[in-house]
């Protein structure tokens, strides 16, 4: 079977089979963008998005995995560039804070406004998840995103970040 040719699911080819053929090519290849480490994360990870999509046939299998798993990678970038920001803003216990910076974060809070309080504190405090605020609040997850945006702006703004 050529590398161009799709995947079949009634040949008998599958996830297990498209793992063995491109597991390693996809590691190296991943390796020129991300450490080894890393590299082998995102081909695991690689594998779990396309499980759904393996046994329907894939027509160009290198483009496909190559694709996904540049798209794992520039997702976790994004995530990692916005970490710093948002580090800042989680519960003050977890660093051993002062007794002023618990203080200070509970006027902060109390001052932000309803709508984004809630979601702030049922995530950040109450260790809810989007989806889970969204269903609680019975609002979209897109709304408790723009609220948890809004409210880390608050927070920013008031500790001059």
């Known amino acids: 079977m050529s590398e161009a040719e799709p995947l079949q699911a009634d040949s008998g080819d599958g996830l297990n089979s498209l793992y063995r053929r491109y597991a390693a090519?996809?590691?190296?290849?991943?390796?020129a963008r991300v450490?080894?480490?890393?590299?082998d994360d995102v081909v695991q990870e690689t594998y779990i998005r396309i499980a759904p999509f393996a046994d329907g046939g894939i027509a160009q299998p290198r483009?496909?995995?190559?694709?996904?798993a540049l798209n794992l990678v520039r997702d976790d970038a994004k995530h990692r560039?916005?970490?710093?920001?948002d580090a800042?803003?989680?519960a003050p216990e977890s660093e051993g804070a002062t007794?002023?910076?618990?203080?200070?974060?509970?006027?902060?809070?109390?001052?932000?406004p309803q709508l984004y309080r809630d979601v702030f504190v049922l995530n950040r405090f109450g260790g809810m998840?989007?989806?889970e605020?969204?269903?609680?609040l019975e609002i979209s997850v897109k709304t408790v995103e723009w609220r948890m945006s809004r409210a880390l702006e608050y927070c920013a703004s008031r500790l001059n970040l």
Request: no cysteine; glycine share 0%.
């Open 133 to 136: 605020i969204a269903l609680s």
């Open 25 to 31: 090519w996809l590691n190296r290849r991943l390796r």
């Open 81 to 85: 560039r916005r970490r710093p920001r």
């Open 129 to 131: 998840t989007y989806p």
């Open 99 to 112: 007794q002023f910076d618990l203080v200070l974060l509970a006027q902060i809070v109390t001052s932000m």
């Open 35 to 39: 450490s080894p480490e890393d590299a």
């Open 63 to 68: 483009a496909f995995l190559l694709r996904v």
């Open 88 to 90: 800042d803003l989680r």
